[in-house]
């Protein structure tokens, strides 16, 4: 099924309290969707369904829930089939960050970036597509991933590990959707202006560093709006596009690794060693202070 607009649209949203989930939700909502909204921060997304209700968008249901949380889906996705039938889009948009350097990072750390950031999109999947397919309605599924399922960035191992394992999935229900009329967009976002960037858990390094801030600082500047990011998605979805860019550079990237693979890695390897001086400079500059 063709989706020329979102009019009248059952759009199911996670992660929608905050950063682009937010975004899209209100995008959404102004184009005349009918959504159902989840997020983990129960009070955020209070103020999201209120502030869309109040602008005179529609919102059927809510309910704070632990994507990650198989138990919590299946009730919240059957509560929405009992009383509302099967959606027209799914939007996998919630996750979190975090980065480090292997030795760094302990095993929480990849358990917890696995059961959100992909476990927790399988979860909606496996609940919501059976239904979408049953209904021979047609539909749409979004999965936001990120840059770091594109490219080896420097400290993203597990943060990598859960969004090359999102794109895995999505190019594989690329082909298989198509013939129940779903289609499929990986949304592939790079700096994005979030919650994330104050967020992210970056382990083994002082986030208080001077380095570092420069480095965020770096990285808000050259960070695209969530709201611009939802744009993007809406307009994906719109076109029935697979890879979903939300802003330029990453999609210059991707090409760039594709057709001149010598040169990319070279870049990414100049990168890597850039994040590792200020990072030993950070834990150096730590270490002195508390002696």
Known sequence: M??????????????????IGKAV????????????????????????????????????????????????????????????????????????????SIENLDHRDW???????????????????????????????????????LFGLPWHAAYSASKFGLRGISEVLLFDLKQHGIG?????????????VSTVEIKGVDRNNRDIIALKEHFQKRAVTPEKAAQAILKGIKRNQYMVFTSADIQIGYWFQRKISLPYR??????????????????????????
């Open 2 to 19: 063709q989706i020329s607009n979102l009019k009248n649209m059952k759009c199911f949203i996670t992660g929608a309290a905050s950063g």
């Open 25 to 100: 939700a209100i995008a959404a909502a102004a184009e005349g969707a009918e959504l159902f909204l989840t997020d983990i921060n129960d009070i955020q997304l209070n103020e999201v369904v209120t502030h869309i209700k109040e602008n005179g968008g529609k919102v059927s249901l809510f309910k704070a829930i632990d994507i990650s949380s198989y138990e919590e889906v299946k009730a919240f996705t059957q509560e929405i089939y009992f009383k509302f039938g099967s959606m027209n889009i799914i939007m996998n948009i919630a996750g979190i960050s975090i980065w480090g």
């Open 111 to 149: 358990r917890r970036s696995i059961d959100v950031n992909l476990m927790g999109p399988i979860h909606v999947m496996g609940c919501m597509i059976p239904v979408m397919i049953e209904a021979e309605k047609g539909g749409h599924l979004v999965n936001v991933s990120s840059a770091a399922c």
């Open 184 to 196: 499929v967009s990986l949304v592939c976002p790079g700096a994005v202006n979030t919650g994330l």
């Open 266 to 291: 070279f870049v990414m390897q100049l990168l890597n060693n850039r994040i590792n001086t200020v990072a030993n400079a950070s834990l150096t500059t730590n270490i002195e202070e508390n002696i």
